[in-house]
């Protein structure tokens, strides 16, 4: 199986800044972080209606499972979406440590998850409120918390 790639738009945006950078390190990967982020909020406003239904889709399969159950058990449907989102992060991640020189000190893998929560929880307020300027708050703290994970080769 070959390794996943980040999402053209989020690899397009980290080369692009990693072009104009003079310096490495976790500085650097602070500013790889952004861009990605960056480009990536564009793509999730401009279509609310697709986030909406992918919602409600694992609400479903959750309502689904959990109707009459009391005992945890996986879902795989909603596991496979939230797999997917955190493997395109691993991806993106490892990209932005590559580029900048510097490694995580606890497995990308599980900062991927904190990510990917992080992002869910801030579609879902923006789609109850459109608060921009929270959104930008919120995903400029991930990228700080992000940064926070990785130190200097």
Known sequence: MTELRPR?????AVERACAELDF???????VLLHAGVSALWPAITAAPER????????IAALRRRWDGQDE????QSAVALFQNQEAEVTAFLR???ERS?????EPVEAIAAYAVAVVQGTVL????????????VVLDDLV???????VDK
Do not use: H, M, N
Request: charged fraction near 25%; include cysteine; aromatic fraction near 6%.
């Open 95 to 97: 990209l932005c440590a």
């Open 72 to 75: 945890c058990a996986v879902e």
């Open 51 to 58: 986030q909406v239904r992918i919602y409600e889709a694992t």
């Open 125 to 136: 307020r923006w789609l109850a409120d459109c608060d921009d300027e929270t959104t930008v």
């Open 8 to 12: 053209p738009a989020l690899a397009d």
């Open 101 to 105: 020189g510097t490694e995580w000190i």
């Open 144 to 150: 700080s918390s992000l940064s926070t994970k990785a």
């Open 24 to 30: 490495s390190g976790t500085r650097a990967l602070r």
